[in-house]
T-cell receptor
Framework: NAGVTQTPKFQVLKTGQSMTLQCAQDMNHNSMYWYRQDPGMGLRLIYYSASEGTTDKGEVPNGYNVSRLNKREFSLRLESAAPSQTSVYFC??????????????FGPGTRLTVT | KQEVTQIPAALSVPEGENLVLNCSFTDSAIYNLQWFRQDPGKGLTSLLLIQSSQREQTSGRLNASLDKSSGRSTLYIAASQPGDSATYLCAVDKLSFGAGTTVTVRA
């Protein structure tokens, strides 16, 4: 039981390049999330998917797109990377907040540097 | 928009002292609040989750309380140990996170 997995673990991009961060969970959760974490700040929600087939913007969606490929997988795409997108990206999964079990589980993170 | 605040940003205590970590939120209409631990360079590990209908949850040396009406949650860690050194974050409804309190327990 791997929980939430993310690939890659580290990535360096040049400004303007594109890339996709992959996330998969094996807990059969309906909801999945993408966050970014910057030094001295908490996690900020980029996008989330309450259930397969739906996606919603979070607090900081600009410059990102997401795809809920199936129930297991939720990818985050940077179309034209900018230095301001240098951050650590976390994927998480859970059931919707009104459905037990309520805990949220996180992947190990992707450390992205844009030069 | 839900705002979540954790004060202080950092805390240093001698081993054996009890820790009290605070989390405040602006909108009391919540489903649940979860406390996480994050070690440097690592992901988040869930510690305790309190549903909106609960007042507290306990797990070993950890106890978390929730007062929705005042928009506050407190995480208590009894008899702290050096291994408790980490950053502790609270999250409201999985969508809004505090910036965390970084705890150092001195041996």
């Amino acid at each position: 039981n791997a929980g939430v997995t993310q690939t890659p673990k580290f990535q360096v991009l040049k400004t303007g390049q594109s890339m996709t961060l992959q996330c998969a969970q094996d807990m059969n959760h309906n909801s999945m999330y993408w966050y970014r974490q910057d030094p001295g700040m908490g996690l900020r929600l980029i996008y989330y998917s309450a259930s397969e087939g739906t996606t919603d913007k979070g607090e900081v969606p600009n410059g990102y797109n997401v795809s809920r490929l199936n129930k297991r997988e939720f990818s985050l795409r940077l179309e034209s990377a900018a230095p301001s997108q240098t951050s650590v990206y976390f994927c998480a999964s859970s059931e919707p907040q009104w459905t037990p079990p309520y805990e949220q589980y996180f992947g190990p993170g992707t450390r992205l540097t844009v030069t | 928009k839900q705002e979540v605040t954790q004060i202080p940003a950092a805390l240093s205590v001698p081993e054996g002292e009890n820790l009290v970590l605070n989390c405040s939120f602006t909108d009391s209409a919540i489903y649940n609040l979860q406390w996480f631990r994050q070690d440097p360079g690592k992901g988040l590990t869930s510690l305790l989750l309190i549903q909106s209908s609960q007042r507290e949850q306990t797990s070993g040396r950890l106890n978390a309380s929730l007062d929705k009406s005042s928009g506050r949650s407190t995480l208590y860690i009894a008899a702290s140990q050096p291994g408790d050194s980490a950053t502790y974050l609270c999250a409201v409804d999985k969508l809004s996170f505090g910036a965390g309190t970084t705890v150092t327990v001195r041996a």
